[in-house]
C-alpha cells in the first residue's frame, strides 16, 4: 500500500532525530460484521472524536491516518489533537490544529496513508490524547478498527477545536481512518504485538486499558504497539477478520518507526474455525495442518528479519471446551505449540500454553484467567500473558 508524507523541513530533521511509534491499530475493511459500528455509513457534516494511550512520550507528535479500503479519495476538512479530559472532553488549552503538508484540509488518496507535519504538543508515557477528525462532506464507507475497546465519539458539525463533550452524543467502541500516533521519542525499543482477537484485547474491560499490550507497555516501559484484529488468521484473508497475517505483516509491523521487536500470536483462528460450524458469525477457514501454519510462521520470521527485527513464537493458548476446540484442533494446536518451543527458528519463546493452563486440566484455561467463553482471557489472563513475555524480553 503506498504511503503519502509530508515533507519534513531541515530543522524538523535536525530537531527530531528519530520518530517512534507510539499508538496504532491495524486497519480493516468497512463491515457490519461486528458489534454495532459506523463503518459502513461513514461520515457526513460531522466530527469524531477518539481517544488513545500512546506508550511512548515526546514534545512533539504527529497522526497517520488510513484510506487503506476506501476506493476514492478521502476528504478531511481538518482534524485536531489535544489531551484527554474525561469521555469526549479534552483539556482546551492543549488543542493543536494538525496540518498536512502546511494545509488545514487533506486528501487521503484511495488505498494509501497520509502522516500530518509534526505538532508540538507534550505528552508522557501512558497518557492519553484525542484526535478529532471533521467531514464538511460525505465520506462514503470508512476504513476502521473494529474492536477497539475503548469509546470513539461523534458529533454533527465543525466539532474539532471543542473541548466540551457536549455535542459528542454518537458512541461506539471502533476506531476510524486513524491508524497511528508517532512522538518524537528517538526510541528504537519497540514492541509489536501482532495477533488476532486475544491481542486486540477481547474480553478485557472496556475503556480501562486493559489489553495485554497495556499490561506489557506499564511492566516494561518500552513503547508497545498493539496489532492485532479479532479473528484474523494466518492463512486466509476474510470480509470481516483482514487480510492474513503474513500479507498484512509489512503495513501493520514492519512500516511502524522505532521497533525492534515482533511477537507472534497467530493460529488460533485457522485451526478453530473449522470446528465452529454452528455459530452463525463464523466463516469456517478451510482445514488446515500444523505444517501449513508453520510455513506461514515461516514467513513472518523471514519478512522479519529482513528488517532486523527479533521475532518472539507465542504458543497458543489452551481452548478446550471453547467453540474452537475439537478433535482437529486439538491435535493440530498441539503439533504447532511443539514447532514453537523446539524450532529454534523464533528468536526467543513465550509459553503462554503453560502459563494459562488449568493444573487440572491443562487443554484448558485456568478459570481464574477466563473471560467466561474458554478461549479468552480477562484482565487477569492479560495480565499473566504480558508477565510471562516480560520475562523473555
Not at 472524536?49 to 476506493?71: E, H, I, P
Not at 514467513?299 to 518472539?312: E, K, T
Request: charged share 20%.
Amino acid at each position: 500500500m503506498p504511503t503519502t508524507s509530508t515533507t519534513t523541513s531541515t530543522t524538523d530533521r535536525q530537531r527530531t532525530p528519530m520518530w517512534t511509534a507510539a499508538w496504532t491499530a491495524a486497519p480493516q475493511a468497512p463491515s457490519t460484521g461486528f458489534t454495532p459500528n459506523w463503518s459502513q455509513e461513514g461520515f457526513s457534516h460531522q466530527s469524531v472524536r477518539q481517544v488513545v494511550r500512546v506508550t511512548a512520550g515526546g514534545d512533539r507528535l504527529r497522526v497517520r491516518l488510513s484510506n487503506a479500503y476506501g476506493t476514492s479519495p478521502l476528504h478531511l476538512t481538518g482534524a485536531t489533537v489535544a489531551r484527554s479530559a474525561q469521555g469526549a472532553a479534552v483539556t482546551e488549552d492543549s488543542v493543536r490544529h494538525l496540518t498536512f503538508g502546511g494545509r488545514l484540509s487533506a486528501s487521503v488518496p484511495a488505498r494509501a496513508e497520509l502522516r500530518s507535519d509534526p505538532v508540538e504538543l507534550a505528552v508522557g508515557p501512558l497518557g492519553s490524547v484525542a484526535v478529532t477528525l471533521h467531514f464538511a462532506g460525505t465520506t462514503g464507507p470508512a476504513t476502521f478498527h473494529a474492536q477497539a475497546w475503548a469509546d470513539t465519539y461523534r458529533a454533527d458539525g465543525d466539532h474539532r477545536a471543542d473541548p466540551s463533550a457536549a455535542a459528542f452524543t454518537g458512541v461506539t467502541q471502533s476506531w476510524y481512518y486513524l491508524s497511528g500516533v508517532e512522538v518524537d521519542a528517538g526510541r528504537t525499543d519497540g514492541i509489536v504485538l501482532f495477533g488476532d482477537s486475544i491481542t486486540d484485547g477481547f474480553g478485557s474491560t472496556p475503556g480501562a486499558n486493559r489489553r495485554w499490550s497495556d499490561a506489557l507497555a506499564e511492566l516494561t516501559g518500552r513503547p508497545v504497539l498493539n496489532a492485532g484484529i479479532g479473528g484474523n488468521l494466518v492463512l486466509n484473508d476474510s470480509a470481516w477478520y483482514g487480510e492474513r497475517a503474513t500479507a498484512r505483516f509489512h503495513r501493520d509491523v514492519l512500516e511502524q518507526p522505532g521497533v525492534s521487536t515482533v511477537v507472534v500470536l497467530e493460529g488460533l483462528n485457522d485451526i478453530g474455525f473449522s470446528e465452529a460450524s454452528e455459530e452463525p458469525t463464523y466463516k469456517p477457514a478451510p482445514v488446515v495442518t500444523a505444517a501449513q501454519v508453520v510455513g506461514g510462521y515461516r514467513q513472518l520470521i523471514r519478512q522479519a528479519h529482513s528488517r532486523g527485527l527479533r521475532v518472539v513464537g507465542a504458543t497458543l493458548l489452551p481452548l478446550g471446551g471453547s467453540d474452537h476446540w475439537g478433535a482437529h484442533s486439538a491435535r493440530v494446536g498441539k503439533e504447532i505449540n511443539e514447532w514453537i518451543r523446539t524450532s529454534g527458528e523464533f528468536d526467543a519463546v513465550v509459553g503462554l500454553d503453560r502459563a494459562l493452563a488449568d493444573p487440572a486440566d491443562p487443554d484448558r484455561m485456568h478459570p481464574a484467567f477466563d473471560h467466561g467463553d474458554r478461549l479468552h482471557p480477562n484482565d487477569k489472563g492479560y495480565q499473566v500473558m504480558a508477565e510471562a513475555l516480560a520475562d523473555v524480553l
